[in-house]
């Protein structure tokens, strides 16, 4: 039986040559295609690929001749396929359609984006999002990744609209009034990688990068906000060739802002789509944490420009390593890019957030089949990003960069403009290395999970006694799994010297002989590894002592964040992981800090009154001298990491602490920042407004809206109505969940509001309650990869009659995407129950 999901391989395609004609005022478009095929054998029938498209007419021309073609479209199966009343012999033919559609509100396929001009004017564009499947929403097409052909784009635009493509433009025409605008080709690329946008939108000047011109485009009267990102693209660019040692593959490329965008951006060949607030921006005021995702996204994005573009899939099943690769390059991007920032030090949080999910029992391999689009949409998780990235780093730093980089750019010069699968790459760089890599990896990308490496020492110090077994929250006694585990250890000897050895872990056990006995050590040096390490206790009490003189920031962090994996999973107590943070009290960097807090504050929301207020006490203890070494205000001094940790410093004092003296000075602040936002640093801003929405009335609440109202960037937008969720005052609570449903909150960034307020330790049952009042709702209003997003929030719910009520309305209202990780979710919130009973027992 043939496969619904996949086009037979009888007629495809080598180019298209596609019209379009959107018309923005009716929200809708036409179009034409003319596409030259290769008929494989004799056949009757082409399929492709359509959905939400009225076909008006279809004909195939073979040797001059037109040849009529009967046009039926499956929903179902989103298939469109001509009938001939005469057989097609093999050789070349063009395909021809005319077809319309509606400009959707959906954020996928070819939709309508909309904005308020500055005269108070509701403005619309005309945009694209096709990865994974919706190319076939604009034109018929083989909308599958190894189908590859050459486009030729054209579309026709009103007045002083500016049409945008893959392409750079071609040629201009004007017929009747109206423009016609023609795009040179690309190259042969997938279909997912189209687009073309039409509307009001402003261009930078294009700068020159080494022969391709490059800008940035936006919604009028937001060019003041594009220099960062051109600093940021030129870099990431040269960067990226000189790494691949390929040139760029496309003959332009603009960075387009839209407002309205259900992803964070997208790798379109020479035309990235972005969401306003990952491209736009006043670097004097936006936080270190806003600039770096800017430069992390527009890296991501332009390294797909050869690996994902360039080199693309087989299959959908492969779409992690386009995504974990791009997150690997974005990290050294952004880490060469700004030095200053330790990108990779603060890659351990999110690599803890993968983590989270790969501890479940309802994890996933990295890559699993995909059958279906529902599949593919799946496959956008942080198990494909972040885990993906993190075992690339760890093979990278096993293997060494230089070696590493040698496999990939075999890999790159074997494979550009094609396809593959992911053994290719570990063949690439296996041969290059010379190490067992395909042997490696696919321990790692063919299973779920991950080990915990339990380590303690011969009584000598000489020799190390590593076992490994799965990790996982909730107990897991038949698993079996066994990883082949790259090691990089570093030690200590009695001289004080320090030596790195390296070792793979293959089996259950390792008994690793080191050149001189240790006196200390860390399996996981830099934590490049994705695993969990348990050190026996006379180990990680030493350890522990050696925290600042011996251990690197990353290493720290691991300490922390290994610790509070097994406070999860029941084999330390919440007690032993607060002794551990008030040993780190003269701690000075951020990523730690913030796993330090965040720990602390799950423990927190479980705390009843009596202990809350002790635990508050330890807070005040723990926190009030890092604050003091910080300070309020910048100092000249200060690093952009600096910036930073003040920020989550003042807003631990104020919200998990309770200070009153903080939350005071806070209130000063907030009351400064409305008068003049401009003159409160950044960083400390968005403390300020997150602690100010916790504790907020109706009266602050309103002056937060007047904020988001008139923000002047769209960071600023984000951080207050972001912040509104924290609010504990029910009746706000109630605004803020309302407010979500109207037309002052995106479609885009609703979904995440909810998912915050469902998260709010004193309002999740409201929040939920909400959900399930207007649940058709939300699935009619929000894209339809955001609803599983937005439950996110549920993972953090402790009250076990809430957590069954979900659990129970949940498998009543299945999901059309992200059903597994809806399950992961479920469980999530059942570990964090599980973590509530246990400390109701330790108290």
């Not at 298209?16 to 036409?30: E, R």
């Not at 730690?592 to 005040?620: F, H, M, P, S, Y």
């Not at 709702?777 to 993972?795: D, K």
Request: with cysteine.
């Amino acid at each position: 039986m043939s496969d619904p999901y996949r086009l037979p391989r009888t007629v495809l395609p080598h180019r298209y040559d596609l019209t379009l004609a959107p018309n923005l005022d009716t929200a809708t478009f036409a179009g034409s295609v003319d596409i030259a095929v290769v008929v494989a054998e004799p056949t009757t029938t082409v399929v492709m690929n359509a959905i939400e498209l009225a076909v008006d007419e279809a004909w195939v021309t073979v040797n001059g001749i037109r040849h009529e073609a009967h046009v039926s479209l499956d929903e179902p199966t989103e298939r469109c396929t001509l009938t001939l009343t005469e057989p097609l012999l093999a050789g070349d033919a063009t395909v021809s359609l005319r077809f319309r559609g509606l400009l959707n509100d959906k954020l996928h396929g070819f939709y309508r984006s909309t904005f308020t001009d500055d005269d108070g004017n509701e403005r619309v564009i005309a945009t694209t999002q096709f990865e994974a499947t919706d190319a076939r929403r604009a034109f018929p097409c083989w909308d599958e990744p190894d189908i590859k052909a050459v486009f030729g784009i054209s579309l026709w635009i009103d007045g002083d609209f500016r049409a945008v493509s893959n392409g750079a433009v071609a040629e201009v025409e004007t017929i009747e009034g109206r423009r016609r605008v023609r795009f040179t080709d690309t190259m042969i690329m997938s279909t997912y990688l189209v687009a073309f946008i039409v509307g009001p939108l402003d261009a930078t000047e294009p700068i020159d990068v080494d022969g391709i011109p490059l800008r940035v485009l936006c919604p009028p009267g937001r060019l003041p906000l594009t220099p960062f990102a051109l600093e940021v693209a030129e870099y990431s660019l040269r960067y990226l060739a000189n790494y691949f040692d390929l040139p760029y593959p496309g003959d332009s490329m603009d960075l387009v802002a839209i407002p309205d965008f259900a992803f964070g951006a997208m790798e379109n060949l020479g035309c990235v789509t972005f969401r306003e607030t990952l491209l736009l921006v006043d670097p004097d005021h936006a936080t270190q944490g806003e600039l770096q995702n800017i430069v992390d996204v527009i890296a991501h994005e332009l390294a797909h420009m050869w690996f994902g573009d360039l080199v693309t899939m087989d299959w959908w099943n492969g779409i992690w390593l386009n995504e974990a690769f791009a997150t690997f390059m974005e990290l050294k991007v952004t880490d060469a890019f700004r030095v200053q920032w330790e990108r990779w030090a603060g890659f351990g949080l999110a690599r803890s957030t993968a983590f989270d999910t790969d501890a479940l029992h309802t994890t996933r391999p990295i890559e699993y089949p995909v059958v279906s689009p529902e599949d593919a949409a799946g496959m956008f998780d942080v198990l494909t990003y972040e885990k993906g990235a993190a075992v690339v780093r760890m093979l990278e730093q096993y293997l060494g960069e230089d070696r590493f980089r040698a496999g990939i750019r075999r890999y790159m010069t074997l494979h550009q403009y094609g396809n593959t699968e992911t053994t290719d790459l570990w063949d690439a760089i296996e041969e290059t290395s010379g190490e067992p890599v395909r042997r490696i990896m696919d321990s790692w990308i063919f299973q779920g999970g991950h080990p915990v490496i339990d380590v303690s020492m011969s009584d000598d110090g000489a020799t190390v006694h590593l076992a490994q077994r799965r990790f996982t929250y909730l107990p897991h006694p038949l698993d079996t799994s066994l990883w082949c585990v790259p090691l990089i250890i570093r030690y200590a000897t009695a001289d004080a010297a320090v030596h790195t050895t390296k070792a793979l872990l293959t089996g259950e056990t390792l008994d690793l002989a080191l050149d001189e006995p240790a006196t200390w050590l860390v399996v996981n040096a830099e934590g490049h590894g994705f695993f969990r390490v348990s050190y026996a206790p006379a180990l990680r009490q030493t350890l522990t002592a050696q925290a600042h003189a011996g251990l690197s920031n990353v290493e720290r962090y691991c300490l922390v964040d290994d610790t509070w994996g097994s406070v999860l999973a029941g084999t330390t107590s919440a007690s032993e992981f607060l002794t551990l943070a008030e040993g780190l009290s003269d701690e000075t960097d951020v990523a730690v800090w913030r796993r330090i807090l965040t720990g602390v504050d799950q423990i927190e929301r479980i705390a009843r009154n009596g202990e809350r207020e002790v635990l508050q006490a330890r807070v005040r203890a723990l926190v009030a001298p890092a604050l003091d070494r910080s300070g309020w205000a910048p100092r000249e001094s200060d690093g952009d990491r600096d910036h930073e940790l003040r920020s989550v410093l003042i807003g631990a004092m104020a919200t998990l602490g309770n200070d009153h003296e903080a939350q005071t000075r806070v209130r000063e602040i907030f009351h400064q920042y409305l008068t003049d936002s401009q003159s409160v640093e950044a960083n400390v801003a968005a403390a300020v407004i997150r602690v100010t929405a916790a504790f907020a009335g109706a009266e602050d609440v309103d002056a937060m809206l007047e904020g988001f109202r008139r923000s002047s960037t769209p960071q600023e937008e984000l951080r207050l109505i972001y912040a509104l969720a924290e609010v504990r005052d029910p009746a706000q609570m109630s605004r803020v969940l309302d407010l979500t449903m109207t037309a002052e909150v995106r479609t885009q960034n609703a979904p995440f509001v909810i998912g915050a307020c469902l998260a709010n330790r004193e309002n999740g049952h409201l929040a939920w309650a909400f959900v399930q009042e207007r649940w058709t709702e939300m699935n009619e209003r929000f894209p339809a990869n955001s609803i599983v997003r937005m439950l996110s929030g549920i993972r953090t719910i402790t009250d076990p009659h809430l957590a069954k009520t979900i659990e129970a309305f949940m498998a009543d209202h299945p999901l059309s995407q992200g059903m597994q990780t809806l399950q992961q979710h479920v469980e999530r919130m059942r570990v964090s129950v599980g973590l509530a009973a246990r400390l109701a027992t330790e108290s």
